[in-house]
């Protein structure tokens, strides 16, 4: 079982920068590709960004491509949203997600992910 703790939300200008962070309990956290999504308020959740387990590649929604960027630090267990840029149709609730996977695979839909973050508020203002 795979519990994760996202942090580092909260309220940030138009333009402005903000780092998620998603720690794991796992000690085989390395094993594990993580991808994080976003729930607007009246929408569905939607894929944001992924980061695999084998070579730390990463995958990104076009919506953020560019302005967000996804990194893992296995010795820490966590892994790390930095996004910048920022917009105000990107507030929403940002979760992370934690899948075993295969190597060489990215994985965006939620049904591929097993463990999940209890979510962190993000809210940018014009």
């Known amino acids: 079982q795979v519990q994760l703790v996202e942090s580092g939300g909260g309220l940030v200008q138009a333009g402005g920068s903000l780092r998620l962070s998603c720690a794991a309990s796992e000690r085989t956290f390395s094993l594990y590709h993580i991808g994080w999504f976003r729930q607007a308020p009246g929408k569905e959740r939607e894929f944001v960004g992924c980061i695999t387990w084998s070579t730390s590649s990463t995958y990104y929604a076009d919506s953020v491509k560019g302005r967000f960027t996804i990194s893992r630090d296995n010795a820490k267990n966590t892994a790390y949203l930095q996004m910048n840029s920022l917009k105000p149709e990107d507030t929403a609730v940002y979760y992370c997600?934690?899948?075993?996977?295969?190597?060489?695979?990215?994985?965006?839909?939620?049904?591929?992910?097993?463990?999940w973050g209890q979510g962190t508020q993000v809210t940018v203002s014009s």
């Open positions: 997600a934690a899948t075993p996977g295969f190597s060489g695979f990215y994985y965006a839909t939620e049904n591929e992910y097993n463990y």
